[in-house]
């Protein structure tokens, strides 16, 4: 056994409700784990607990952290009205959306359908579902919630990862109204399932114009398909004492077809720009909070589609030392069962399938068994 210095015996002893005392030794890795991860304490626990400086086990590796000198100015004018995209300017604001997606992968929207309203409640619900004590989120951690279409957690996939993510989360995945009614979080079902339902057209149409512009033809039930299953998360990321040293959440892409997301007004996301020739290059751009705005991004699944013309976005999160974080993304993904591939029209036209054909669910296996890794998912699909 390894010796423990005495400043690092910093034991914590939560009182739970139900009375039961849980103890931590918050840079013992073992100890930490239980705590935050199979717990189900998460880190909005850790935190409550009163710490003032991260856990080792949060410590990223320095390429990992997320250098303020590297980041450039974020931008302000990639907000794209919906409402014009069945006016006359049609034409002009199908190309913004397409340039978009060729080259950054992301942009934000306004007039997207989903009601203002709502997206207010979907922040409140999501601080509400997290503000409740420990063993209330804890009935649905993997293994033991009532449905495998509710997951609630903590990073990505704590088991593999070295550094862990300052995140907590809860994931709901849509299989029909009666499922989620049954299954959903109380705090949370209402809110997100007319997330869904007011969102779902401009996810088509978004998704038709940008194949529209590859000139394929893909008709209604092949779009259906392509975007046929759909995941909410509530992200939840607790104000960090040293954000300096940990992430939000790691540089990944997203595995679906488009992601809608809501963020609220205290910022953070960061969507890496073109290639670059190594880590010190790197620029990453901030997508800047726009009230009433919806971001969106493409992700793995276009990109293999388009034969990679629209590009997959590498993002990652910050944390920051002053006000917790909400985020509410719907992953648009194709059914597990669809296979996807790069349309054959464009393999003709560019004379090369850079992706070979995968079952969408052998693809999202993959995906969720390995931690972020910037881009490294669509390896699987390589050709
Ligand atoms: C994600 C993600 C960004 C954010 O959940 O995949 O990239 O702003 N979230 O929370
Ligand atoms: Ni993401």
């Known amino acids: 056994m390894q010796e423990i210095k005495t400043e690092e015996i910093i034991t914590l002893h939560l009182i739970f409700s139900s009375q039961m005392a ?5 840079n013992d890795e073992n100890s930490l784990f239980n705590f935050v991860v199979k717990e189900g304490n998460g880190v909005k626990g850790l935190v409550d607990s009163g710490l003032t400086e991260v856990p080792d086990r949060y410590i990223q590796p320095p390429q990992h952290r997320i250098n303020k000198l590297h980041i450039a100015e974020s931008l302000k004018d990639m907000t794209i009205d919906l409402s014009e995209l069945d006016g006359p300017n049609h034409d002009q604001v199908a190309k913004a959306i397409t340039h978009a997606a060729e080259t950054l992968g992301f942009f934000q929207v306004v007039n997207h359908g989903v009601p203002l309203e709502l ?4 922040k409140v619900v999501a601080h509400k579902f997290f503000a409740q004590p ?6 649905y951690l993997k293994g033991v919630s009532p449905s495998p279409m509710v997951k609630y957690g903590t990073s990505f996939v704590p088991e593999k990862e070295k550094a862990l993510e300052w995140k907590d989360y809860v994931s709901m995945t849509y299989t029909n109204d009666g499922d989620a009614h049954n299954f959903w979080p109380n705090e949370c079902k209402e809110v997100a399932l007319e997330y869904i339902k007011t969102s779902t057209e401009m996810v088509k149409k978004l998704l038709q114009t ?11 039930s092949r779009l259906d398909e392509l975007v ?4 909410v998360n509530m992200n939840f990321y607790p104000t960090c004492p040293n954000p300096e040293v940990t992430v939000g959440v790691g540089r990944h892409s997203d595995m679906g077809t ?3 997301l809501l963020q609220d007004g205290i910022g953070g996301l960061y969507v890496k720009k073109g290639e670059s020739a190594s880590k010190e290059d790197e620029e990453w751009i901030e997508i800047p909070p726009i009230d009433g705005a919806l971001v969106i991004n493409v992700g793995d699944t276009l990109q293999i589609l388009s034969n990679g013309r629209y590009k997959s976005a590498e993002h990652r999160v910050r944390t920051t030392s002053t006000e917790s974080r909400v985020s509410v993304p719907i992953f648009n993904t194709p059914l597990p069962v669809v296979k996807i591939g790069p349309f054959p029209e464009l393999v003709a036209r560019d004379g090369v399938a850079r992706y070979r054909e995968v079952m969408f669910g052998e693809y999202m296996n993959n995906f969720f068994s390995n931690s972020h890794d910037g881009k490294k998912s669509l390896d699987f699909a390589s050709a």
């Open 22 to 26: 849980s103890t931590f030794t918050y």
């Open 119 to 122: 997206l207010e409640s979907l």
């Open 134 to 139: 420990a063993e209330k989120k804890a009935v």
């Open 210 to 220: 940008l194949i529209g512009n590859l000139g394929v033809k893909a008709d209604d």
């Open 228 to 231: 046929g299953l759909k995941m």
């Open 258 to 260: 488009l992601t809608v």
